[in-house]
């Protein structure tokens, strides 16, 4: 019959599940995420609709169009009326994307950093910044916490986002293939591609805020790859080649 081990070995067991979570903090200043009936201080919402358009899921164009991510509210303006808040690293991680020319893509200017959460790869994406720190780069290492750039409301849509709905659109994300850009360049030819394999189309998105609600409500307990295994089934898809990197 195996012993079992001893309280040094517990303890480094727990130490270092708490240290591969590494539990999520929230990307800008705002904290009304956490206020009972703080959501339409929290999430922007697109023009003529309530702050359930800004949240995560078929929340727009009467449920035809799904929204990948979550859009949180400035919380601080200069005094032509630009959101100033800081964005930060939601995680510690590594670089994986910068992209700093804001006609390329929907998300404006945009960085992806990369994590290594509980044995998973995960993204976590912010867009549609005003500016990105200068000095960052691909490959660079960064901590929770740490300053990435500016909000602002960067995009190459045929309509601006308005000043007043200025936000940060957060994604929590799984790649869904390694070999996206060249699948792209051989079935979507007419369709450019100008970030290979960090196209928005190739990021499996989580909700943001059930994440950060759930991680809230058990603190140390949290895990997120318990929460991916509880998500509900929508539905299943048979593919003909399941070479995945995954």
């Not at 195996?2 to 904290?31: D, E, G, K, W, Y």
């Not at 800081?86 to 404006?108: D, I, M, W």
């Not at 190459?156 to 070999?179: C, D, Q, S, Y």
Request: hydrophobic share 40%; net charge positive; proline share 5%.
């Amino acid at each position: 019959m195996r012993s079992p081990p001893c309280p040094a070995v517990c303890l480094l067991l727990l130490i270092s599940f708490a240290a591969s979570a590494q539990p999520f903090q929230l990307p800008t200043p705002n904290r009304s995420l956490f206020e009972t009936g703080g959501e339409d201080k929290y999430f922007a919402p697109t023009p003529g609709k309530t702050w359930l358009a800004g949240t995560f899921g078929c929340v727009r164009s009467d449920g035809h169009q799904l929204h990948e991510g979550i859009d949180i509210l400035w919380t601080q303006r200069d005094k032509k009326g630009e959101p100033t808040d800081p964005v930060a690293a939601a995680a510690e991680g590594t670089v994986a994307y910068l992209n700093r020319k804001a006609g390329l893509s929907n998300y404006g200017n945009y960085v992806i950093l990369r994590h290594r959460i509980e044995g998973l790869d995960v993204c976590t994406l912010y867009a549609h910044l005003a500016s990105i720190r200068d000095d960052l780069q691909n490959g660079d290492k960064v901590k929770a916490g740490e300053r990435l750039g500016v909000m602002g409301r960067t995009t190459n849509t045929k309509t601006r986002i308005a000043a007043e709905r200025a936000h940060l659109h957060f994604e929590i994300a799984l790649v869904a293939n390694g070999r996206y850009a060249a699948w792209h360049e051989s079935a979507l030819k007419d369709l450019r591609n100008d970030h290979g394999n960090w196209n928005g189309r190739n990021l499996l998105g989580l909700d943001p805020r059930a994440v950060l609600l759930r991680q809230r409500a058990e603190g140390d307990k949290f895990s997120l790859l318990r929460f991916m295994q509880a998500q509900v089934e929508l539905c299943r898809v048979l593919v003909k080649q399941p070479d995945f990197t995954y």
